[in-house]
């Protein structure tokens, strides 16, 4: 892992929300996907960042979308279109 990329992509994150645990729909606009497409995924057990529910709520952590942003960065470099 490269740690240099992950750790912009956390600060990043972390200035612009200013917090640890993002609400799912801030973690689904991020990755780019509709927040009713993240429920769907979470039901079926494939979405693709560990989640929290607190209070009735869906959240991610801050972390979590970092490396999964990064990952998915590194694997478009791997295999450009």
Do not use: C, W
């Not at 490269?2 to 640890?20: A, F, I, Q, V």
């Amino acid at each position: 892992m490269d740690s240099t990329t992950h750790e912009n992509s956390l600060e990043t994150l972390s200035r612009r929300y200013s917090r640890s645990l993002l609400p799912l729909s801030m973690a689904a606009r991020e990755i780019g996907i509709k927040l009713r497409t993240a429920h769907n995924q979470i039901s079926k057990g494939v979405f693709p960042l560990p989640t929290i529910l607190r209070d009735r709520r869906r959240y991610v952590h801050v972390e979590d979308l970092a490396g999964y942003i990064d990952a998915l960065r590194r694997t478009s470099m791997e295999h450009p279109r």
